[in-house]
């Protein structure tokens, strides 16, 4: 994805005011799709895009909304820590590799258990709308696809902002941007391609 920094900058100054519209806080006008909204950005930006995320977050605090910020990779840490699997698996990684890794790991840490977790961790039924990130440091133990599947039955009506560090086609998620795959998932955009500015 060839994309500007002023580009970027532009579809995250518009990020508050997505979030902040009431539309999206009541799922009002998805034809009874799920509330899953996508904010995907060029995985070379990461550190930008975090302290954004930092920066929304407390002017969405200082507009009174009750949210939660969701970080995969230390969900992914705390779930591996509570199983008492962390420090055997950085041994693993260590000994075998990522790959290797990741195929002894399938059972701990399926999606639908990550979920699980998340749903049993944080009360996401009693939030505004929760933010996601963090996906591309747990990758490629958590798939964006898949987590957003098994997140589906946690959710319930409350809305999810994923932010993807890759590309997102409106039905596809392609990680970092230079992976072809065929992750289909059905979400909507946060703010859409046609409104970027080079």
Known sequence: MKLPLKGLQHRLDQVIDRIDNPSLLKNEGLGNEIGFWIFDYPAKFELMVRD????ISEKLQRRGHQFIHINVFQSLVELLESRKLFDRACQREKQVGLEALKKS???PLSQDKLASYIGERYPVAEQDFVIVSGLGTAWPLVRGHELLSALQAVMGSTPLILFYPGEYSGSDLHPFGLIES???????KLVPDS????
Do not use: D, T
Not at 52 to 55: K, L, P, S, T, V
Not at 195 to 198: A, I, K, L, N, T
């Open 195 to 198: 409104e970027r500015r080079f």
């Open 105 to 107: 790991l399938a059972g």
């Open 182 to 188: 065929k992750n289909y998932y059905r979400a909507f």
């Open 52 to 55: 954004h995320i930092e920066h």
